[in-house]
Nanobody, 124 residues
Framework: QVQLIESGGGLVQAGDSLRLSCAASGRTFSNYAMGWFRQAPGKEREFVAG????????YYADSVKGRFTISRDNAKNTVYLQMNSLKPEDTAVYYC?????????????????WGQGTQVTVSS
């Protein structure tokens, strides 16, 4: 079984930075595409960023492109989301998800495993 645990969320001011981490169990982490999704109150779950299982391709929502960077460290079984120039609109619960041999660009229902989420709150 694959378990995902997010960390790194918190309360920051607009313009600040945060780095989210998602630690995955298992020895086959490198075979999984990893995605970050978020959900704000009253809104649908939204794709934020994804990285292919090979690590060679990354994808971003238009709303975060140029501000967020997704990366992975297979030796640590961890995927990161570096968030810069944060805006109040980025406030949401952020979820890490995994899909075996995925592209990193699929919608949420393509992912097999999910973390519990970590809260990110950006004040103006």
């Amino acid at each position: 079984q694959v378990q995902l645990i997010e960390s790194g969320g918190g309360l920051v001011q607009a313009g600040d930075s945060l780095r989210l981490s998602c630690a995955a169990s298992g020895r086959t982490f490198s075979n999984y595409a990893m995605g970050w999704f978020r959900q704000a109150p009253g809104k649908e779950r939204e794709f934020v960023a994804g990285i292919s299982w090979s690590g060679g391709n990354t994808y971003y929502a238009d709303s975060v492109k140029g501000r967020f960077t997704i990366s992975r460290d297979n030796a640590k079984n961890t995927v990161y989301l570096q968030m810069n120039s944060l805006k109040p609109e980025d406030t949401a619960v952020y979820y890490c998800a995994a899909e075996p041999y995925g592209s990193g660009s699929n919608p949420w229902f393509s992912y097999n495993y999910w973390g519990q989420g970590t809260q990110v709150t950006v004040s103006s």
